[in-house]
């Protein structure tokens, strides 16, 4: 039996405002679902409590939300994904 060519890997993100790469050039990964969603609600306090300050009164509270993804390699992605892009 012939061993695998590519292994899947599920990697979870922070969002805010549903924008998963708002920063384009570094973005925090992570592996466990459950410490992901523990770093989300902590980052979330911190944006309410600095929603709160008089400079941001008008701003609205941005909101943060994890996000599983499953990470493909990017040979996968040539081989396999790209034939079938529009």
Known sequence: MMGKKY???KAYFIAKDNQIFEQF???NCYRRKEYVDSVCKSQQRLANDESS???NKGK???VLKAHGYYLVHESLYEEIIKPFEK
């Open 60 to 62: 609205p509270i941005p």
């Open 25 to 27: 050039e570094m973005v």
């Open 7 to 9: 292994k899947f890997r």
């Open 53 to 55: 300050q008089m400079w």
